[in-house]
């Protein structure tokens, strides 16, 4: 089985078969659903947060970030919470939908079984 | 995007330059991403520009570089994944409808190849350049008289010297004259192509020689030694090569030559003869001593000199014989000269059918975009609500244009490739079809025919795509939303469909008529009456060079004596003779005078002639009309005698009897033997010497009182399985061995060479016209089948009110009928005017041939009739019941 269904089994989290295609997700993609994980932002704040938590490692274009934002409105991972009818896209809302918040723990989970299989080869201290 | 609208607009001039430059670049997004997000994007750069340049100038503008490298690496990305979407949907799109993919494909491979077919047989015969250098400038000279309409006469040696002297335009003029000959002394005898030319030919067809020196103007002196350059190929062939060949002796005819010289590799000159393209295995000189008081026998080949046009030479020619003519009025009244490029002299004649062809090919493609078109538009007919559906959450009419262009694309290019595997079959048949291509090498799919492919396929892609496209670029978003999809249609993609239905039945009757016009010429012209029996008829080519070996008349009648007499004693073959003039080989022609009657400067008639044996009207089963044909009492220095056709009679004394025993004088110069008065001794039946040759007058004259040294053999088998090669090649070594092996060829072939253009014009044009007509009937089908199931609910409604199946299937065929009639219509002007375009290239069939308009109508009619039998079938035996049930 692959380890994300495996992952889900464990949780006794339901993973629908068709999430193992859109794994792996992007690095942008990612860290757009982590940082909307957490509540609302707008474009803005989600490229400023992703900014800081990954201290200045990866960072989201003003194009790059309104690009994965598109794709991922368009698979339905994200939701406007607002309906910007004053045409600035910038004052728009976004948050997680229940399908990408399932996308994003598929995809922390398929991660950190890696990074388990990484310790167990002692290629990085284990955990306390 | 308006620049003022931010609040945080940078305003510092590199700020506001680097914002204008991001502004601008924008462009590199899709439109769609572009209206979407093009504020919020270049809002969120302002925002955190501002945000660097708090921190410093070297922070904004370090960020200034990343986002707009951020902005062109996205916006390609996303153009690049919206193509590799669009690729990807199409292609999952033919695995789901794979009968539809195939069919789409392999009509776009059939127009394809049949265009890049034709596209390589043009560009080999009339846009690849000829095998020469400088091909544009080099002219072939022909005099003319326009008075009998004699367009390419060739030059007599005194013209050719009056044009050397005179020219004002002409830098150098040469004269070629072409002579199979044999060379002994290097392995078995073997045929050259001997080419007699003046020196300057080397200039002319700026030939370099690699070995010894080329011709000079000294070789061409009375007295001088017989000397020859030879050519690369047999240099290889002959002599391996071999570094000290220049200053050796070969016999060449039983002639002693010295080899000069060997020239460059792969020389190609325009045939002195026949005036194709030939190779020459040697080069001798063309003597004045011989040549001078020969008659209309030379080929003249020319270069204009730097910056004289075409019309400036032709002006030049026309000064110079009117000089002649108030010079010599007896030999040059009447006469005048013209000169065509290289490439005119070569194919000039080919242009008209090939550009039918062309434009019957285009019309098959145009029928094959417009049928992959229509089928794309039933289908995306089919798929309205999923289009709709789209529409409505806002995707670009753009984007889905895009993306039907490349799903379009895509079939096309894969049909295209496949087309180009179809063209490689297609380029070797077509070789076999016609074997004189003007580019002796190298036909078949080449770079130039790569690129015309590549263009065909985007062309090709335009045209069936544009069509959908359109149509569904705005569909009535309510109506189809309602109708979820089954049985909505857009009025506009139906109208659209029927529109190019019309256009493939239209461009089939013209291509089809134009192929039936052909065939209908090439029957008419195989079925010409020839006025003898080619059934097992054989022409032996046995060779120039007997005259040389032979010298005198007598030793040539004895050496044709002994090899007819040990043929017909031979089983298997039935007759044999010698002659001068064999119908499809070469005829050739003097002016003759009529005993009794003056004749003004340059007004004597000419008249096709040749020498024959006794047994000649008896092996070709020539009918004898009148008086007697040749026999043993013609003899060397019995009375002048002559055989005229009934054409001959007729045009010279009225009537076949009246010709008997009138005196005519054949003034044939050259050969040694004197020019006397004839007595008509015979009147034979008229013949065609080839199928598209009127039964002109001919004069037929005995062999044994004159000969061309140059004899041909035609021989008669008793029946198809004798082998008369072997049998000729073993009679003529029992009697001569050292005679080089005579080679056969049947009448068969030579007569079918003879219509070699016509045969392969009708087969090109047969074909496109079969793939047209295939193709417009499945367009019509298409539209009337997809027109009856989408009203299938009508028809229930119209049965359960008690509609009798007769009025449905009128219903349907209404469709196919309106399309038909107009189609043809249109199909039957268009018909009309190529068929005035073919007219000069058609025999015994007027343009407006009745029997071929109205069988293309008829069989389109009918095929129409079949094709909407399925559609109309399946609409009258809808139930009512299930028909409804949807309602």
Known sequence: LPSNLIAAHRQGVAVPPDVNDALPLTVGSFHILLALAEGERHGYAIAKEVESTTLGRVKLGPTTLYRTIRQLLDDGWIAETTRADDGDARKRLYRLTARGRTIAAAEAQRLADIVRIARERRLIPALA | ?887
């Open chain 2, 1 to 887: 995007v308006n620049a003022d609208s931010s609040p945080h607009l940078p305003n510092r001039p590199r700020g506001r330059l680097a914002r204008a430059l991001f502004s601008a670049l924008l462009a590199v997004c899709p439109r769609d991403m572009r209206r979407e997000y093009g504020t919020a994007i270049l809002g969120d750069f302002d925002d955190r520009y501002a945000a660097a340049s708090e921190r410093g100038a070297s922070h904004a503008s370090r960020f200034a570089v990343y986002a707009l490298f951020d902005l062109v690496g996205s916006g390609l990305l996303e153009r690049f994944e919206a193509f590799g979407r669009d690729v990807s949907y199409a292609v999952r799109g033919a695995a789901r409808a794979p009968v539809f993919a195939t069919v789409v494909v392999l009509t776009m491979a059939i127009a394809i190849a049949l265009n890049a077919t034709v596209f390589a047989t043009i560009s080999a015969i009339f846009l690849q350049p000829l095998p020469m250098r400088d091909a544009g400038s080099l002219l072939v000279l022909w005099e003319t008289n326009p008075h009998i309409g004699m367009m390419t006469e060739a030059f007599t040696y005194p013209d050719l010297e009056a044009l050397r002297r005179e020219t004002r335009t002409l830098a150098s003029v040469g004269a070629i004259m072409t002579d199979p000959a044999v060379l002994d002394g290097a392995g078995a005898p073997r045929e050259l192509n001997g080419y007699f030319a003046s020196p300057d030919m080397f200039g002319i067809y700026k030939t370099r020689v690699v070995l010894g020196r080329s011709l000079t103007a000294a070789d061409v002196h009375d007295g001088a030694p017989f000397v020859i350059v030879i050519s690369n190929e047999l240099w290889h062939s002959a002599f391996g090569a071999d570094p000290h060949v220049v200053g050796r002796f070969i016999r060449i005819s039983d002639y002693r030559a010295e080899i000069i010289g060997v020239a460059e590799p792969h020389v190609v000159e325009i045939d002195g003869w026949r005036g194709g393209l030939a190779r020459p295995d040697f080069w001798g000189a063309l003597k004045p001593v011989v040549w001078r008081e020969q008659g209309h026998l030379l080929r003249v080949v020319a270069r204009a000199k730097l910056g004289v046009t075409h019309a400036a030479v032709d002006a030049d020619l026309a000064r110079i014989f009117t000089t002649l003519a108030v010079a010599h009025p007896a030999d040059d009244a009447g006469l005048s000269a013209h000169a065509l490029t290289a490439r005119d002299a070569l194919v000039g004649d080919e242009r008209p059918i090939f550009l039918v062809i062309a434009v019957a090919m285009l019309a098959v493609l145009i029928v094959a975009c417009a049928n992959v078109g229509n089928l794309f538009l039933s289908r995306a007919s089919a798929r309205t609500g999923e289009f709709a559906v789209r529409f409505s959450l806002g995707a670009a009419r753009g984007r889905i244009v895009a993306q039907l262009l490349t799903e379009v694309g895509l079939y096309v290019s894969v049909g295209g490739l496949l087309g180009l595997i179809f063209t490689v079959y297609a380029t070797r048949a077509v070789a076999m079809l016609l074997p004189g291509l003007t580019r002796i090498d190298g036909y078949g799919i080449d770079p130039p025919v790569l690129a015309f492919t590549a263009f065909v396929i985007v062309v090709a892609t335009l045209l069936a795509g544009l069509a959908p496209a359109n149509a569904l670029g705005r569909p009535d978003l309510s109506a189809s939303l309602k109708a979820s999809g089954r049985g909505a249609d857009l009025t506009r993609g139906r109208k659209v469909r029927a529109t190019l239905a019309i256009v493939e039945i239209a461009l089939a009757v013209a291509i089809t008529t134009a192929a039936g016009l052909n065939v209908r010429s090439l029957q008419a012209l195989t079925q010409r009456t020839l006025g003898y029996d080619t059934t097992n008829l054989w022409l032996v080519h046995a060779g120039a060079h007997y005259m040389k070996r032979y010298a005198t008349l007598a030793g040539q009648l004895t050496l044709y004596r002994h090899v007819s007499h040990e043929l017909i004693t031979t089983p298997g073959i039935a007759a044999a003779s010698w002659s001068s003039i064999t119908p499809f080989n070469s005829t050739p022609d003097v002016p003759f005078t009529i005993a009794g009657r003056s004749y003004g400067a340059g007004t004597k008639p000419d008249v096709d002639f040749g020498p024959v044996d006794a047994a000649y009207f008896s092996t070709f089963r020539i009918h004898t009309l009148a008086g007697r044909t040749f026999d043993a009492s013609d003899r060397e220095s019995s009375a002048p005698t002559v055989v005229v056709n009934a054409a001959f009679a007729r045009r010279y004394f009225g009537g076949v009897p009246a010709a008997l025993g009138k005196r005519i004088t054949v003034e044939i110069t050259g050969f040694g033997q004197a020019i006397v008065p004839r007595t008509i001794v015979g009147v034979v039946a008229d013949v065609r010497q080839t199928y598209d040759h009127n039964a002109g007058p001919i004069a037929y004259l005995p062999l044994a009182q004159q000969s061309f040294g140059s004899e041909s053999l035609v021989v008669r088998a008793t029946s198809p399985h004798v082998d008369v090669p072997a049998i000729v090649r073993s009679v003529v070594a029992r009697v001569d061995a050292l005679l080089p092996p005579p080679t056969a060829v049947p009448y068969a072939e030579l007569m079918s060479a003879d219509v070699g253009r016509q045969r392969t014009a009708a087969t090109l044009l047969a074909v496109s016209a079969a793939i047209a007509f295939v193709l417009a009937l499945a367009g019509i089908y298409a539209v009337v089948s997809f027109g009856a199931v989408r009203r299938t609910n009508e028809f229930g409604v119209r049965l359960s009110l008690g509609a009798r199946p007769f009025a449905i299937a009128r219903l349907v065929l209404a469709d196919a009928a309106r399309i038909l009639a107009i189609g043809l219509a249109a199909g039957v002007v268009l018909a009309a005017g190529i068929a005035n375009m073919l007219e000069p290239q058609l025999f015994d069939v007027p343009a407006l041939d009745v029997p071929t308009f109205a069988a293309v109508i008829v069989t389109l009619i009918v095929a129409v009739a079949l094709a909407t039998l399925v559609p109309v079938v399946r609409a009258v035996r809808v139930d009512p019941a299930v028909a409804l049930r949807y309602e």
